[in-house]
């Protein structure tokens, strides 16, 4: 009857002292640098870090002043407020003219200036009833020039302005003067109905460009 034999191998134990051994040169492969491992350098920006870490900061002083922490969001009782655009951040031809009482001043030639910005072939000019913005057009003829003044009043009775001074020097040329006479001066709503008035279309009342062949 044949017999089969089966045999195991056991790894004899590790003594104590080759346990240290390869305990100490774990340590030292570790912590050695020469055996290949790379060191990793963390670049550091130079000056004060003004606003921490990437992502977070902490608060000025006026924010915490301003209570922002208490509406965030996430909270269902976050708070938007809508804020109006100003005559600064909004086109003057998109604000209606106002009431202009007699007893209120002219504004100053600063802020004309400023205003004369916003405005496209306007110029500040002095006349006999005070500071006023000036603007000409040329145009292809006669009938061209009577066209572009009705379209001016039009616009100029739509915004409740008074009635510009409008004058046809040429056959081809329309001078519009513009101020608030009632104070002597100029006012906003000079300016607003100067931007309303660079609106119109006046693409077919222009002089035809030749052609040269």
Same mark, same amino acid.
């Given at each position: 009857m044949a017999t089969a034999s089966v045999s195991f191998s056991f790894l004899a134990p590790l003594s104590s002292s080759i346990l240290r051994r390869h305990t100490a040169f774990s340590a030292s492969y570790n912590a050695s640098p020469r055996w290949g491992r790379r060191r990793h350098l963390l670049p550091l920006a130079q000056g004060p870090d003004l606003l921490g870490d990437f992502g977070a900061r902490d608060p000025f002083p006026e924010e915490v002043e301003s209570n922002f922490c208490e509406n965030v969001l996430g909270n269902t009782d976050t708070l938007h407020r809508i804020l109006i655009p100003n005559i600064s951040a909004l086109s003057l031809a998109?604000?209606?003219?106002?009431?202009?009482?007699?007893s209120q001043p002219p504004i100053s030639a600063e802020d004309a200036e400023r205003l004369l910005r916003k405005v496209v072939g306007w110029r500040l000019v002095d006349g006999e009833g005070?500071? *006023?913005?000036?603007?000409?057009?040329?145009? =292809?003829? +006669? *009938?061209?020039?009577?066209?572009?003044?009705? =379209?001016? +009043?039009?616009?100029?009775?739509?915004?409740?302005?008074?009635?510009?001074?409008?004058?046809?020097?040429?056959?081809?040329?329309v001078r519009a003067e513009l101020w608030t006479a009632s104070i002597g001066g100029l006012t906003t709503n000079d300016f607003i109905l100067a931007a309303k008035i660079d609106l119109i279309e006046t693409s077919d009342l222009l002089p035809k460009k030749r052609i040269w062949a």
């Open positions: 998109q604000i209606s003219c106002e009431h202009i009482s007699p005070g500071m *006023r913005i000036q603007c000409p057009w040329k145009v =292809r003829d +006669y *009938r061209c020039g009577l066209e572009l003044i009705t =379209r001016i +009043y039009h616009v100029a009775e739509a915004a409740g302005h008074c009635f510009p001074n409008l004058h046809l020097e040429q056959p081809n040329q």
